[in-house]
């Protein structure tokens, strides 16, 4: 049985930094594509960040250049670092993990969300 068990969510300031972390069990750790998505109130969830099984990484363009998103299969581990925060990075911030593709598909994987309120 796999689990995303997702940390590190609060409040900051703008400006401000946070580091989230998600660790998964249930299947082999490396064999997986794993990313961040986050839901702002009344959007639709968007993808953040991901970090294939080789360690490719792509971004949001809304994200490029202050998040940073890294992995440590021997912890099992996936890290978001978050810089240069700002009031519209406020969301619920989900770990997502796929086994069966190099991209997200209907059979990923969800963690259950860690709040992230950036304030003014």
């Known amino acids: 049985q796999v689990q995303l068990v997702e940390s590190g969510g609060g409040l900051v300031q703008a400006g401000g930094s946070l580091r989230l972390s998600c660790t998964a069990s249930?299947?082999?750790?490396?064999?997986?594509?794993m990313g961040w998505f986050r839901q702002a109130p009344g959007k639709e969830r968007e993808f953040a960040a991901a970090?294939?099984?080789?360690?490719?990484?792509t971004y949001a363009d809304s994200v490029k250049g202050r998040f940073t998103i890294s992995r440590d299969n021997a912890k099992k581990t996936v890290y978001l670092q978050m810089t240069s925060l700002r009031v519209e990075d406020t969301a619920v911030y989900y770990c997502?993990?796929?086994?069966?593709?190099?991209?997200?598909?209907?059979?990923?994987?969800w963690g259950q969300g860690t709040q992230v309120t950036v304030s003014s």
């Open positions: 997502a993990a796929d086994w069966s593709s190099t991209t997200f598909t209907e059979r990923a994987y």
């Open positions: 249930g299947r082999t750790f490396s064999n997986s594509i």
């Open positions: 970090i294939g099984r080789s360690g490719g990484i």
